[in-house]
């Protein structure tokens, strides 16, 4: 029986084995970093490096970086009616969000569902920068300043948004940029300040990294949102309760090595050119979504017509390959994707997306594999069958 092979990344990517050594050897440190003694300081110190290595991953200054419980914690944290600047309170009125960001995103935070609105999406899947400056023109400021909620690369179709572009429009028009940089991060170079975004989420297992710890990442310490976990003063008042060392070590360690590998991802990115060339010569009608536009080296979503995409995904793991479907499962019914729908396609094509998303140890023997069993399953699922 082959090995299998776990093409599904953005789902969550493999534990590195540094970063699995680092938790091992953690786990058995007794201490907590805000004890004065010599093993609580060993703590602190620790968590400080990770803070330092998490922040270099994206630019930012160390204490810019308040360790979470993931990236879902980091937007609900970001996404506050009130922030601080200082002494100053300032009151946003209003949450504008793309209408494919993350479910966690969507969500709007700790705003009102009446405060909440969606920013439409192109029919390549990126922001519509014209109708983000119309609806900032008409934004009432009677009620606070604008917050904009734009995610830097989508989870489901790779496609990278002009954030930048929105952070010029947002600050001309007095408003705050929250960032999800989830899947960005490590496989696309970007830093806070040239996004120019206020704040900027991660989380540490799309990065190999163990799970239930991310990041909420300020570009000025000056400027913090209201908190969301009171309680003691950790995390410099901004997030309560006792850190989660062992997990802030591996995010540190897993930060650090996808640093690195950001110098690799042009291989990553032919890796899936290959793929997606396999894909075409023969199923010459399936479609790629984004496929001439900036987008993550290692992401590839297809929509195939008349093919339900969880079919598509059992198919895969019977020839012992894992992907997924763009779309969401739930209660026994695939719904459409949110992210398709939002990029106008058809109910039928918006359940049909396969995901594959490529870990940084791909190779091209494995990208063999997925076009041999693509070109086995194929007729099958044309026919409604996964096996
Ligand atoms: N944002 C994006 C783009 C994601 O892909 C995910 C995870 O799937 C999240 C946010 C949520 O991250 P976490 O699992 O750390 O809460």
Not at 67 to 90: C, D, Y
Not at 187 to 215: C, T
Request: with cysteine.
């Amino acid at each position: 029986m082959p090995q299998r092979i776990y093409m599904d990344a953005n789902a969550g990517a493999p534990l590195l084995r540094e970063v699995r050594d680092s938790l091992v050897e953690t786990l058995s440190l007794a201490s907590n970093p805000s004890s004065v003694h010599s093993e609580g300081r060993r703590a602190r110190g620790l968590v400080e490096r990770a803070r330092g290595q998490v922040a270099a991953l994206v630019g930012a200054r160390t204490e810019g970086v308040t360790f979470t419980s993931g990236a879902t914690e980091a937007a609900v944290l970001a996404l506050s009616p009130t922030l601080s600047r200082g002494s100053e309170t300032v009151r946003l009125g209003r949450l504008y969000v793309g209408a494919t960001e993350h479910p966690c995103v969507l969500a709007g935070g700790r705003f009102a569902p009446e405060d909440v609105e969606r920013l439409p999406a192109r029919a390549d899947g990126r922001i519509d920068l014209d109708t983000l400056e119309a609806r900032l023109a008409a934004h009432d400021y009677a009620t606070g300043a604008p917050l904009v909620a734009l995610m830097l690369a989508n989870n489901e179709t790779g496609i990278v948004n002009p954030v930048s572009e929105a952070a010029r429009i947002v600050k001309s028009h007095g408003g705050f940029v929250f960032c999800d940089a989830v899947q960005a991060a490590g496989r696309i170079p970007f830093s806070i300040d040239e996004l120019g975004v206020d704040f900027l989420s991660l989380s540490a297992h799309k990065l190999g990294g163990p799970q239930g710890v991310g990041a909420l990442v300020s570009a000025s310490e000056d400027l913090r949102p209201a908190s969301l976990l009171r309680g003691g003063g950790q995390e410099r008042y901004k997030r309560a309760g006792t850190e989660n060392v062992t997990g802030i070590v591996g995010f540190g360690i897993a930060a650090e090595l996808f640093g690195i590998y950001l110098n690799s991802v042009g291989e990553l990115a032919r890796l899936r050119d290959e793929l997606e060339a396999g894909l075409i010569e023969i199923s010459p009608e399936i479609g790629i979504m984004g496929r001439d536009l900036a987008r993550l080296p290692n992401t590839t979503l297809f929509v195939v017509p008349g093919v339900a995409a969880e079919t598509a995904v059992i198919a895969f793991d019977l020839q012992g390959i894992a992907v997924s479907a763009g779309s969401a499962c739930s209660s026994g019914k695939v719904a459409a994707s949110h992210v398709l729908e939002a990029m106008g396609l058809p109910f039928d094509l918006a359940r049909s997306g396969i995901r594959v998303s490529l870990c940084v140890d791909a190779s091209r023997a494995d990208i063999h594999r997925f076009i041999a069993a693509w070109r086995e399953i194929y007729p099958r699922l044309r026919q409604g069958r996964a096996a």
